[in-house]
C-alpha cells in the first residue's frame, strides 16, 4: 500500500495521454457523471459515487463496426493499441470481468478481445454506498482490487494507491509513492468498515437458484411486469447486459454493425416467421431476472448482477431489481 | 492501431466467399421455397455434421440462419430457403455465379456416430424436413451403419412438398418414404391428413429406434405426444430448434433458450435435454 501525495487519478491521466493511450474516464455532464474519452484531466471529475452508464462501452462499443462492405469485404475495422479507464468502480470491474467470460470463453470474440487485451484498468475504492447499491449482497467489496491493475482510495483527502497487476507496477514506477503509515492501514480498515455499513439496501441471495428455480411459473412475475414499458433502459445501462444485434448499413457499399440490443424488446426474438418465443411483456422481464440470477448461474456459475442498483435509480415506473429478488416468493402456488 | 484478423477461420464475424452453382425450384406461389447450391470459392468446403446450419451473408442485407440441407457426404452446401424477409427476398433474385458469404458449420449436428445400428425415423413437416434430409442422405450413403430408414414428411398441399423429386425416386428404389398433405386433392395416392396422424397410422416400433422431428411448432408438440403414445423415451427423440439468430457462436444472446444458446449448444437438441429446462422451447 502506497500513498500519493498530488491527486493520482488526475495525475495518472496526464501521463497515459502523454503515452498515447485512449483514456475513458468520468466527466460531469449535468447533474451526473459519465465515462467519456477525454484529452485532458482538466475535464474529468471524480466526485461521484457511480456513473450513469455502465462503463461497459469500453471493450463493448454500442455501436461497432464489425466489416465495411463494397460488393465484398472491403476493410476491417482497426482497434485502439492502448486503452485505459480510469476512476472505474470495483462493481463495474466485475462486470468486465463477467463480460470477458461472455466473450472471450468458448469462440473468442475478435473485436472484443482486440479492446480488451489492452486496457488498463485504474480502480477507484468507494467510501460510501449509493442510493440503489447492493454490490455486498452480490459477492463484491466496494473496496474490491480484483481485476484492477491499480486500486487507489480516497483516504482523508489523501490518496491511497494499491498497485496490483504488472502493467500497474510499471505505469506506477512514473509516479512518487511513499509507504503508507501504520496509521494509514488502519484507518483504510477503518474507511472498509465504514462503507459497508453504508448500504441500505440488501437483497437475500441465500437459497437463491432454488427459490429462482420454483418461482418461475409464478404469476409473481406478471405482477413485477405490471408497469414495465419494456423501455429496455435496464439493459442498456447494466454493465453485464451483453445482447446485441447485427445489421447491415447500406445497400452496395456499407457497414455491418453491431449494436446493443435487449431482451426486453419484442423484436429481439422476432422470428422471421412471425413466431415469437417471449411475446409477452411479463415474459421478457422474467427473462432478464432469470438471465442475472439463474441462467447464467447455470451457465457460469456466477450471478450476472454487480449490484450497481443502475436500474433501479433510472426505470422510470420504479422497479427495483433489490426489490425484485429479494421478494421471489419461496412458495409457488 | 492494429487489425481485426482478417481470416474467416480466425474472425468468427468473417463469411467465406461462396457462389451459386445451382438454384432448383421447390415450391412456388407466394411463399417459394428454392433450393441454393453453393461453392466455397478457393478452398475446400468444410467438414460438418448433419443438423448444423450456416448463415448465409447477403452484404447490404445482412445474415440469415439456415440448417444445411445436404448430408457431408455430398458435394458442396446446399440450402432450402424460404422466401420471407430481406435476406430470403434478396437470394430469391439471385442468379447462378452470384457470391454470397457463408459462415459455418456453426452449432452442434445430429449424433449420427453415436445412432450407428439404429433404425432411424424422420417426422418432418413443410420446409422442416430440411434438417432430416441431411440426415436421411447420410443414412442412406452409410446404409451398412444403420438399421431400417422411414421418412415420414407432409406439408398442407402437394405443392408445399420440397425435395418431390428427390423423394419420388427413394420410393421407386424402395425406400419407405410416408408422405402426406393436409386435405384431399385429385389424384393424391398417399396419406391426407396431419403428419402426427400419419404417424400414428404408421406406428413405427420404439425399439433400437431413433425418432427425429422437425417442423412447426405445434406439428412437433403433437408429434411429441403421439411419439409418447408409441412408447419413444424422450432420449429417443431429437429435434432441431428454430430462433431469431445473429452471431451464431453463441454470443450475442439472441437465440437464447433458458440457459442454452440455440446456435451454439444446438439446434439439435434430444428431448430430454428440452425438459429439463425452465423456459419451454
Redesign the interface.
Known sequence: MKVYSGNFLKDVITRLLEEGYRVYAPVKEGNYHVFRVVKSADETDFDYINTKKSPKEVTFPENEI??K?????EE??????RLAIVGIRPCDVKGIRLMDR??LE??T???YE?KRKNLLIIGYACNQAGDYCFCSSVGIKPYSSEGVDILVTNLNGRQIVEVVSDAGKELAANFELTDASAEDIEAKKELEKKVMESFTRKVDTENLEERM?RA?DSDYWKEVATNCISCGTCTYLCPTC???????D???K?V?I?AW?S?QFPL??????S?N?RPEKWQRLR?RF??KF???L??KGELYCVGCGRCSAACPVGIDIAEVIDNVPSEVE | MSEVINEPMKNPYLPYKAEIVEIRDEVKGIRPIKTFKIKLIGRERFDYQSGQGCLVSVFGRGESWFTIANSPTRPDLEFSILKTGKVTTKLHEMEVGDVVGIRGPLGRGFPLDEWKGMNIVTIGGGIGQTPLRSIYQYVIDNEKDYGDLTIIYGARTSRDLCYKDELMELIEQGYNVELSIDNPEPDWPYFVGFVPDNLKRIKPDPKDTIAITCGPPIMIKITLGVLKDLGFKEDQIYTTLERRMKCGIGKCGKCKLESVYVCRDGPVFRYDELSALLEKA
Open positions: 464489425l466489416i462492405y463494397g460488393e465484398w469485404v476491417l475495422p482497426e482497434q485502439p493499441d461472455v466473450f468458448d469462440i470474440d475478435p473485436y482486440a428455480k418461475f451483453f445482447c446485441f444485434d447485427i445489421f447491415d447500406g445497400e452496395l456499407g455491418r453491431r440490443d431482451c429481439h426474438t422476432l422470428e422471421s416467421s413466431h418465443p427473462n432469470y438471465d439463474y441462467y447464467m447455470v451457465r
